[in-house]
């Protein structure tokens, strides 16, 4: 298995900033692609932005130009610095990752236990 520890959620003014890690752990698997969803109350979860093991980036239309995904490989975290927040912004984020089984090559998707990000004045 893989577990995903998110940290860095809380409150924000409308036009700050906050940034979200989430390591990942699982000496059997190969982390491959890893992002930031976010699910706002009565709404589906939505893809925020993704990070290939290369460093290739994509992000949602909304959140172009204010936010910014990274990682670093050799400690398995991806972060996502969130500026100019807005109220809209306001969801449960939630990490993903794609990660490949060592010993047969089978992908798995995992996620993590979401945190709370709430832009409010």
């Known amino acids: 298995q893989v577990q995903l520890v998110e940290s860095g959620g809380g409150l924000a003014q409308p036009g700050g900033s906050l940034r979200l ?3 990942a752990s699982g000496s059997d698997f190969v ?3 890893m992002g930031w969803y976010h699910q706002a109350p009565g709404k589906p979860r939505e893809l925020v932005a993704t990070i290939s093991s290369g ?3 994509n992000y949602a239309d909304s959140v172009k130009g204010r ?3 990274s ?3 050799a400690k398995n975290t991806v972060y996502l610095q969130m500026n100019s927040l807005k109220p ?3 969801a449960v ?3 993903r990752a794609v990660a490949a089984r060592r010993t047969t090559f089978n992908s798995f998707l995992f996620w ?3 945190t709370q990000v709430t832009v409010s004045s």
């Open 21 to 23: 890690s989430c390591a």
């Open 31 to 33: 982390i491959n692609t």
């Open 55 to 57: 460093g290739s980036t």
């Open 67 to 69: 936010f910014t995904i």
């Open 71 to 73: 990682r670093d490989n």
């Open 88 to 90: 809209e912004d306001t």
């Open 93 to 95: 984020y939630y990490c």
């Open 112 to 114: 993590g236990q979401g």
